[in-house]
């Protein structure tokens, strides 16, 4: 009748098992996430085809894009035609040396089997692709894909 009140309190959360739990998180996420290639700075509607193949190791493959620029950039580069390698605008002399940056990234064996991939747009007069071409041939990029999409039917 007469005991001692003594305060009651809650034992504490365990945070011991905490760090662990952060760290699966990171971890997770680390190996879901997809990071973005980069901008696309021109408009490229590729042309439809008939007779498609799906190129197999996407690693030793270097997209050229030709397209007019999108309408953020329209402003400042015009509506004409532009040449764009990875993340910027370019002209077919700076081609060579974004061929060499790839071709260091992939293995010794591997780099006869590089393909450069053209992805132009089906409003494009031929006479920037035929350039592009040229400049593929004089860095000795002999293997050229075009992209397309499938025909509708």
Do not use: C
């Not at 098992?17 to 408009?43: A, H, N, Y």
């Not at 197999?56 to 004409?80: C, D, F, M, R």
């Not at 692709?129 to 293997?143: G, I, Y």
Request: aromatic letters at 8%; proline letters at 7%.
């Amino acid at each position: 009748m007469f005991t001692k009140k003594r305060g009651k309190t809650n034992p504490e959360v365990s945070t011991a098992s905490l760090p662990d739990i952060i760290f699966m998180l990171l971890f997770f996420f680390m190996v879901v996430t997809v990071l973005r290639d980069g901008e696309r700075k021109v408009k490229v509607v590729v042309p439809q085809a008939t007779e498609l193949q799906k190129l197999q190791q996407k690693s030793l493959v270097n997209h050229i894009w030709i397209g007019k620029p999108t309408e953020k950039y329209a402003a400042t580069y015009g509506t004409k035609p532009r040449i764009q390698l990875g993340d910027k605008f370019a002209s077919e002399y700076d081609i060579p040396l974004f061929l060499e940056q790839h071709k260091i990234k992939v293995p010794e064996p591997q780099r006869p089997r590089i393909t450069t991939s053209l992805k132009v747009d089906g409003d494009v007069t031929m006479g920037i692709v035929t350039d592009v071409k040229t400049a593929l041939r004089k860095a000795n990029q002999l293997k050229v894909n075009y992209s397309a999409r499938p025909r509708e039917k």
